[in-house]
T-cell receptor, first 114, second 113 residues
Framework: GEKVEQHESTLSVREGDSAVINCTYT??????FPWYKQEAGKSLHFVID?????DRKQSQRLIVLLDKKAKRFSLHITATQPEDSAIYFC?????????????FGHGTILRVHP | GPKVLQIPSHQIIDMGQMVTLNCDPV?????FYWYKQILGQQMEFLVN????????KSKLFKDQFSVERPDGSYFTLKIQPTALEDSAVYFC???????????FGKGTRLTVV
């Protein structure tokens, strides 16, 4: 089955700098890659996704890149703010499968400090 | 935005007892999921449910686990009997389709003692 590796377990950046979180996956059938943010005591909150028909997607300060050959995708948060501090999870899904199941990475604790 | 509600947020139960975790998914969603997260580890898929049936379950979904959504009410995860290793945070999720965004609840922290 699919395995998703999230390479940074913790990441500390200065406010205003960029943060990059990298994930790799194993199943070539995976074609949908969402990112979730989890703040303390709250649910996972969807932040951005990318589908395999594109290699880049941007939503305001968030950029997702996808390299299908390398089976790698990354989340770039530009001009970071203290409220970006949270745990970020990457995930992968085979949209051809019947179930909609997501396979998650371990999560990256992002700390944005002044 | 759309919300998935989970009740209770924390439950403590004696080993061997039965527990039911309740989830109120987004109202027009058709696909429902349970995920398990042990402290410090990744979120792992347990099961998904569509049209009154289990579509896929992982090896973590032991025989003691069951899910149902009677009459479009709560989507429930029942564990009977519970074991110590069932202690974890259980997240419910739902989506409109199998290719659409998945919305998660806040999780129920289950502690089996």
């Amino acid at each position: 089955g699919e395995k998703v590796e999230q390479h940074e377990s913790t990441l500390s950046v200065r406010e205003g700098d960029s943060a990059v979180i990298n994930c790799t996956y194993t199943d070539t059938a995976s074609s949908y890659f969402p990112w979730y943010k989890q703040e303390a005591g709250k649910s996972l909150h969807f932040v951005i996704d990318i589908r395999s028909n594109v290699d880049r997607k941007q939503s305001q300060r968030l950029i997702v890149l996808l390299d299908k050959k390398a089976k790698r995708f990354s989340l770039h948060i530009t001009a970071t703010q203290p409220e970006d501090s949270a745990i970020y999870f990457c995930a992968a899904r085979d949209t051809g499968a019947n179930t909609g199941k997501l396979t998650f990475g371990h999560g990256t604790i992002l700390r944005v400090h002044p | 935005g759309p919300k998935v509600l989970q009740i209770p947020s924390h439950q403590i139960i004696d080993m061997g007892q039965m527990v039911t975790l309740n989830c109120d998914p987004v109202s027009n969603h058709l696909y429902f999921y349970w995920y398990k997260q042990i402290l410090g580890q990744q979120m792992e898929f347990l099961v998904n449910f569509y049209n009154g049936k289990v579509m896929e379950k992982s090896k973590l979904f032991k025989d003691q686990f069951s899910v149902e959504r009677p009459d479009g009410s709560y989507f429930t995860l029942k564990i009977q009997p519970t074991a110590l290793e069932d202690s974890a945070v259980y997240f419910c999720a739902s989506s409109l389709g199998r290719r659409t965004e998945v919305f998660f609840g806040k999780g129920t922290r289950l502690t089996v003692v």
